[in-house]
């Protein structure tokens, strides 16, 4: 298939439905905060699962927020914390990670006896590969272990309102197994910590992954799958991007008095909506439940 390149502009329709939709998931956690028994009308999300607006509302996030994340804000260690998260991103298995001290410590045979009564050790939100050979826990403490001995030296690099968003998924995405998505998801829990809470691309910069490829390709020539994450098109599609975080500043497209976006909420609801348009105008599907 041609891919096609992102120099159309969004379709007016299209980029109201763009922030309906999220406006709609928006109102639908506000709904249920408030109690109310009926959440939604609409189709795909009464019957499929998705994600909040603000990856801060998403139950994993919020769990590491108040556990790993706050409690080392300001220390070093929380660069190789985030990373643990990530990579063991269910809840059960944080937790035991987390009684054994390994976030302030790691010891990757501990790690290993710790996670190894525990299934599965990852949840299904995202796929987690693993070395060849090994189980899941043991291929996942082998790939903790191995950023675990370059920490330090990564850590004495940042220099906190001057390191980038980017610069820090260049690092991650150094090492085997960790690839363009798990490197923006640490760098995404980094972003609320000393290390880059005032980077200076908060504002400008994301990693548009397969998912976000997919929302603009609909958003720009109406078809899914045209546009691909690849190095000739990365620009382009953070350019557009960039243009929807300006649409997010407009009362007609996200009410200002609601929390407001950043540029990893461009990217984060870029996949939902493609989602939703697979689910709503294709007849695809998608996790049964709602979160």
Request: glycine fraction near 6%; aromatic fraction near 12%; include cysteine.
């Amino acid at each position: 298939m041609r891919v096609m390149p992102i120099d159309r502009g969004f379709h007016p329709d299209l980029l109201l439905e763009f922030f309906e939709t999220a406006q709609e998931r928006y109102l639908i956690r506000q709904r249920k905060l408030a109690g109310e028994a009926h959440l939604t009308d609409d189709y795909a999300y009464q019957n499929y699962r998705f994600c909040n607006v603000h990856r801060e509302h998403d139950r994993v996030t919020v769990w590491v927020r108040e556990n790993v994340r706050e409690p080392l804000r300001n220390d070093p260690r929380v660069f190789l914390a985030m990373c643990i998260c990530r990579w063991f991103n269910r809840i059960e298995t944080m937790q035991a990670l987390l009684d054994n001290g390994l976030f302030h410590k790691w010891d990757r045979e501990l790690a290993v006896k710790t996670v190894a009564d525990i299934k599965p050790v990852t949840n299904a939100a995202y796929v987690i590969h693993s070395p060849y050979g090994k189980t899941k826990g043991e291929g996942i403490c082998d790939i903790l272990d191995a950023i675990a001995q370059e920490s330090e030296r990564i850590t004495q690099s940042i220099v906190p309102g001057t390191t980038t968003l980017e610069d820090m998924w260049k690092m991650l995405y150094m090492f085997p197994s960790a690839g363009v998505f798990m490197s923006y998801e640490v760098v995404s829990d980094l972003r609320h910590t000393y290390i880059c809470e005032n980077a200076p691309d908060i504002m400008t910069w994301a990693s548009p992954g397969p998912g976000a490829c997919n929302g603009l390709s609909f958003l720009t020539v109406r078809e899914l799958g045209r546009i691909f994450p690849r190095p000739q098109t990365t620009n382009a599609a953070i350019y557009r991007m960039q243009e929807l975080l300006s649409y997010s500043r407009d009362d007609n497209y996200w009410p200002q008095e609601w929390e407001p976006w950043e540029m990893r909420e461009v990217e984060h609801w870029l996949c939902e909506y493609a989602k939703w348009v697979r689910i709503m105008r294709f007849g695809g599907r998608g996790k049964r439940g709602y979160p």
